[in-house]
């Protein structure tokens, strides 16, 4: 099985985009990251690929994989043959929003006793 050309639009700190990397890392493939934050051209670029602005964004050997979680990434490499299961467990979560999307629990009001 040859490796993959692979390049990844991701965000520096976010939950989808962590999952995306860990799936990579469990494979052992190797990426091209572009910073869509940080890089504004990188943005902009992902944006002309794909005509739309959600990340992570992920082209594998040409084909493009728009806003999508690591779960979706291992799953279409694993159907079309760009990997095989092997078991590892990846380091973080490949399913999971960025901290400021997660549900935040809710709080009990506060009481105060006299």
Known sequence: MSKP???AYLKPWCGWSAGVRAVF???DLAFEEKD???VPENFDEMVRKTGQTKQPTVEINGRVLAD???EEVEAWMLQN???SENGRVPE???NQPCAHEMPQAQAAPMTFKR
């Open 5 to 7: 050309t692979i390049t």
């Open 25 to 27: 890392k469990k494979y």
């Open 92 to 94: 973080v979560p490949i």
């Open 36 to 38: 869509i934050i940080n």
């Open 81 to 83: 043959g760009v990997v």
């Open 68 to 70: 999508v979680s690591g």
